[in-house]
């Protein structure tokens, strides 16, 4: 079974631009959420997506943005970069069990942005 | 708010030397504390998801328990494959699974 993909694997953009990462979640998962790893820092949650629509998003500002297709795939837009952005961005695709119970979310290998 | 936080910020252990991992949360209405393991500049890979108090998961040398308050990662008689940042989730009513820092573990030969 594919796990999630990610790409790119390593993006470089300077400091203004705007960035797209992609993401495809593991057959049969329709939760997508999306994390920001900065060095030393812990995953800091940006957005959750199911079922093709936002149910959630963390502490950004609002140029984080991202929507889900209906194949469940999902893309990341950051709007005007800025240096801090830089960090490992990471996906991670998940499926809702019963009322009580929660499966756990996998994650991709993540895409490495770089702001110069 | 949702909060978890994992201690020691690093562990250096000795090959075979055990030793454990803690991870307190404080969440509404847990709905499944995750275990991850990730490789430097790697995604997480998950390990273990645990619900009620009470409940034990093992795989190879890494065993995971769960009470109300935290959650320990037990590893026995580490290798030095088994070096890598350890990272404990919990998922409460938010649905948003939180992480906590993570636990930088080094198991020297």
């Known amino acids: 079974e594919a796990g999630v993909t990610q790409s790119p694997t390593h993006l470089i953009k300077t400091r203004g631009q705007q960035a797209t990462l992609r993401c495809s979640p593991i057959?049969?998962?329709?939760?997508v959420y999306w994390y920001q790893q900065a060095l030393g820092l812990g995953l800091q949650f940006l957005l959750w997506?199911?079922?093709?629509?936002?149910?959630n998003r963390g502490n950004f500002p609002p140029r984080f943005s991202g929507r889900q297709f209906p194949n469940y795939s999902s893309e990341l837009n950051v709007n005007a970069l800025e240096l801090e952005d830089s960090a490992l961005y990471l996906c991670?695709?998940?499926?809702?069990?019963?009322?009580?119970?929660?499966?756990?979310?996998?994650f991709g290998q993540g895409t490495r942005l770089t702001v110069v | 708010e949702d909060q978890v936080t994992q201690s020691p910020e690093a562990l250096r252990l000795q090959e075979g030397e055990s030793s454990s991992l803690n991870c307190s949360y404080t969440v509404s209405g847990l709905r499944g504390l995750f275990w991850y393991r990730q490789d430097p500049g790697k995604g997480p890979e998950f390990l273990f998801t645990?619900?009620?108090a009470g409940e034990e998961k093992e795989k190879e040398r890494l065993k995971a328990t769960l009470t109300k308050k935290e959650s320990f990662l037990h590893i026995t008689a580490p290798k030095p494959e088994d070096s890598a940042t350890y990272l404990c989730?919990?998922?409460?009513?938010?649905?948003?699974?939180?992480f906590g820092r993570g636990t930088s573990l080094i198991v020297h030969p």
């Open positions: 645990l619900y009620s």
């Open positions: 997506y199911d079922e093709g629509e936002e149910r």
């Open positions: 991670a695709s998940g499926r809702e069990g019963n009322l009580l119970e929660y499966t756990e979310a996998f």
């Open positions: 989730a919990a998922r409460g009513g938010s649905y948003i699974p939180t």
């Open positions: 057959s049969g998962h329709t939760s």
